[in-house]
């Protein structure tokens, strides 16, 4: 029973992709593309050259934070819908202490991504106090402080950062970019943000505490009984889900964005939440996951460039896989199902005799 | 007087499990007629059958003499059978009048004549004096107006046989008291009653004829004015006492918990204590007796450190708790065999090796670098050996606990709850919904913990497993401590009084 679960969490997601590919295909075909010439342009657009892994991957680096956001607050039972919020709040005070500090260099980088951190640590805690001492639900609230932080953005670069005519603020230093790896698009955010998947994975299931908020994530009231303190792991995930945001939010800027200006972020957040559902809440899973919808959207302007298929249809497939993921993982979860899958070994175990 | 129903020969079966067997019952046009019987004696089942929520595997039900199949809740709306469940179904959004006439079937068209309607209730109301306002939502009345909308939503539908499931349980005095003056009326106007419920004053105040049900069957129906409490209670208990397997204990060691007139809401009678004092010694059970719903749960999660009461003193070995915690508690080394095993005992999604260890992942033994590195093999080893010793039946350790069987659940949180030598362990109903021989096995290891010295309070509503394991018996009613008896040689009656409150 175990093993067929275990093997039905990673079939649904694989099941999940073929499809959705299978039905972009016959779209494509509809569009008068042939489809497998526009899946080939759609794979050398997103790995087909060194070049081309690297954009993949520093595409990706936004999604994996705010994927590992939502994977970590899931874990304690928080249903944090504001990855966004915090990975914007983490953007301001960066591009704050990067304009406007004076310092310059790794000093300042450190103390950017230090100050980000922190910035989406606070954002999420605002929710988590309202929902541990106010009974509120998180979800409305974190939904909610995702639209201030968005208009407090919009602020900031239309009127207190503003740089010149265009609304925006003005470029961080080049001494405070993130250094890019091998000359490609791809730079170290993406190393911290692989450190940072590595070390949730170590925490969830190496250590005490990490067992512990996963316990509290699966059953509240048992682990009340069980004297563990609920309120204080409620606590802790909102703060670390908002701080890998906010640090998300900062490496985006002094990675690839380098400015805010309108549209900064923008859906990362709720992107974050279907990858980290897709992934399982497998924290590795979850980057995996983030990686392959980042070659969807390089791939696609190859494609649309290559076959005349719009980019479009790529938004089509990356819909379709988180929703034949959902059906999935429920339809598995169906006692008929587990019936099915029943007979099926009964019936393989007798031919095996 | 004429008869309303009758069932004959009616079982209802489970599986190779009769919930109801060979029930014969006669229900009489003007009577209030007492259902009386222990938890799981099958009163539930039995109303269910009637009101058409299952259907009976053998036997026959007569209406006014004719041979019926209830095959539905409507179908017995239909045939003027109503409920009023111990849960009020109400919506509570909607006003009163809303929830009377709401799903009556004799509306037909799209519009409601909203006025003749209103008038049609309050001349029903007036009859039989059940006092509602028709436009307050149901949130803005009290329990006991919600009650009364019950029975008008019921009457309104044609009902001539009414039944009300332990009606008084949320009530205060004074709405019990209308209550029986709306019963009065009612059976006055040749409606029938049956009536459930636990409280032994109740049923002897209002009850014209009283049927006792033991283990799905009819023990008897008497006459109200032939019978008293003394035997009413004996009945329902009802059986020849099987000497206990186990050696009582009578001197218990020092005390591990002492409660000195604790009070937690103690104006609710069915979820408070009032002015509880309670000794649990080193070496003893003291088993708390009582039905569902007395205060047991609150009494036990006071004791673990769950709730805080409002006052009095709680003494654990000799000093006084200061705040209470779960965790506090357990370090304390207090065990909690939690009322709701799933719910509150286990991390169902979680392995039967992880549930295991659930509390221990911070000690040296499971976890190195202050908990920062889980001690993997250590965990697995120390689950095999557990797995052993309690007699976990599972695939292997790795299995999730929700895919246990229950008695295999418990076992899981036994091995968990014991291993490590508690001072006191507080058992809420350990084996309910356990077979014959897991029951053996949970009993055998609380009187193993208590022989090495475990004080151990069970709370259980199966009267029997209190008989069999405790050295002393409290009995619990309405928040408040009845009396305590001695575990050997125990005064039946006495006690089965005592817990129905008198």
């Keep these: 029973m175990k093993n067929n679960s275990k093997l039905a969490n990673f079939l649904v997601p694989v099941i999940s992709i073929l499809l959705a590919f299978v039905i972009g295909c016959v779209i494509m075909a509809v569009l008068g593309a042939n489809p497998f010439v526009a899946l080939q342009s759609l794979w050398i657009g997103a790995f087909g050259s060194l070049r081309n892994v690297g954009t993949t991957l520093a595409r990706s680096t936004p999604l994996i934070f705010t994927s590992l956001c939502a994977c970590f607050a899931y874990r304690c039972g928080v249903f944090n819908l504001g990855g966004e919020g915090q990975f914007l709040m983490g953007s301001i005070v960066c591009c704050y202490i990067a304009t406007k500090s004076g310092i310059e260099g790794l000093p300042a980088i450190l103390l950017c991504l230090l100050g980000g951190t922190a910035a989406g640590g606070a954002w999420a805690l605002v929710a988590g106090l309202l929902k541990v001492y106010r009974n509120q639900n998180e979800m409305i609230i974190t939904i909610m402080l995702n639209y201030v932080a968005t208009l407090l953005m919009g602020v900031v670069y239309t009127n207190w950062l503003r740089d010149g005519s265009v609304p925006q603020t003005a470029s961080v230093p080049d001494a405070d970019k993130l250094s890019r790896l091998f000359g490609l698009r791809i730079t170290s955010a993406f190393v911290i943000a692989i450190a940072v998947g590595l070390l949730i994975y170590y925490f969830l299931f190496y250590t005490s505490k990490g067992f512990q908020l996963r316990a509290v994530g699966l059953n509240m009231t048992a682990a009340e009984f069980n004297g563990f303190a609920v309120k204080r792991y409620i606590l802790l995930s909102f703060i670390v889900s908002g701080a890998i945001a906010g640090l998300g939010g900062s490496a985006e800027l002094l990675g690839t964005q380098f400015r805010l200006i309108n549209g900064f972020g923008a859906g990362y957040g709720f992107d974050g939440v279907a990858m980290a559902l897709i992934g399982q809440l497998h924290p590795l899973a979850t980057i995996l996951v983030a990686i392959f919808f980042a070659a969807l959207r390089v791939g696609s302007t190859t494609m649309q460039a290559a076959t005349g298929v719009p980019t479009s249809v790529s938004d089509i497939i990356q819909a379709l896989v988180i929703v034949f993921t959902v059906a999935g993982l429920a339809m598995v979860k169906l006692p008929q199902f587990k019936a099915f899958l029943g007979r099926m070994a009964d019936k393989t175990q007798k031919e095996a005799v | ?502």
């Design chain 2, 1 to 502: 007087m004429d008869e309303f129903l009758r069932m004959e020969h009616v079982s209802k079966r489970f599986g190779d499990f009769y919930a109801n067997r060979d029930i014969n019952l006669s229900i009489r046009k003007g009577e209030v007629h007492t259902l009386l019987g222990e938890n799981g004696a099958g009163k539930s089942t039995l109303m269910n059958v009637l009101i058409g929520l299952y259907q009976p595997t053998e036997g026959t039900i007569y209406l006014n003499g004719q041979a019926v199949r209830i095959d539905s809740p409507a179908q017995a709306v239909r045939l003027g059978i109503g409920m009023v469940h111990q849960h009020f179904m109400l919506v509570e959004a909607m006003t009163v009048f809303e929830n009377i006439i709401l799903g009556d079937r004799n509306t037909k068209g799209i519009f409601i004549n909203k006025e003749a309607r209103k008038k049609e209730i309050l001349e029903l109301a007036e009859r039989y004096g059940l006092d509602v306002e028709l436009d307050k939502s149901i949130t803005e009345i009290a329990v006991g107006a919600q009650q009364r909308v019950e029975i008008l939503k019921a009457l309104y539908r044609g009902a001539e046989l009414l039944i009300l499931d332990e009606p008084s349980a949320a009530l205060t005095d004074i709405e019990v008291e209308g209550l029986f003056k709306i019963m009065r009326k009612l059976t006055e106007e040749g409606k029938s009653i049956i009536f459930i419920s636990h409280k032994m004053r109740e049923v002897l105040r209002i009850s014209d004829r009283i049927t006792i049900l033991r283990a799905g069957e009819v023990v008897t129906t008497l006459e109200r004015s032939q019978t008293d409490g003394q035997e009413l209670a004996n009945l329902m208990i009802g059986r020849e006492l099987a000497p206990s397997h186990y050696g009582k204990v009578e001197d218990p060691g020092s005390p591990v918990i002492q409660l000195r007139s604790v009070d937690y809401h103690k104006d609710s009678k069915h979820a408070g204590l009032n002015g509880v004092s309670l000794t649990v010694g080193r070496g003893e059970i003291v088993g708390i007796a009582g039905v569902d719903g007395n205060g047991q749960s609150q009494l036990a999660q006071v004791v673990t450190g769950v709730l805080t009461p409002d006052a009095g003193e709680v003494d654990m070995k000799g000093s006084k708790v200061a705040q209470f915690t779960p965790h506090g508690f357990i370090l304390e080394s207090v065990s909690h065999i939690p009322e709701d095993r799933n719910k509150m005992g286990l991390i169902g999604n979680m392995s039967v090796k992880d549930n295991i260890v659930l509390k221990s992942t911070d000690s040296p033994e499971f976890s190195s670098a202050r908990g920062y590195h889980l001690k993997k093999k250590a965990i697995r080893d120390y689950a095999l050996k557990m797995q052993e010793k309690y007699d976990i039946r599972c695939t292997s350790i790795e299995q999730e606990t929700r895919n246990l069987s229950g008695g295999n659940q418990q076992k899981v949180i036994l091995a968990r709850e014991l291993e490590g030598h508690p001072d006191l362990l507080v058992a809420v109903h350990p084996t309910r919904g356990l077979d014959i021989g897991a029951t053996r096995f949970v009993h055998d290891t609380m009187i193993e913990a208590r022989d090495k010295g475990c004080g151990v309070l069970l709370i259980s509503a199966d009267f029997d497993e209190i008989l069999e394991v405790s050295d002393r018996i409290v009995v619990m009613f309405e928040g408040q401590i009845m009396g305590v008896f001695s575990g050997k040689n125990p005064p039946i009656e006495e006690i089965s009084l005592a817990m129905a409150g008198k």
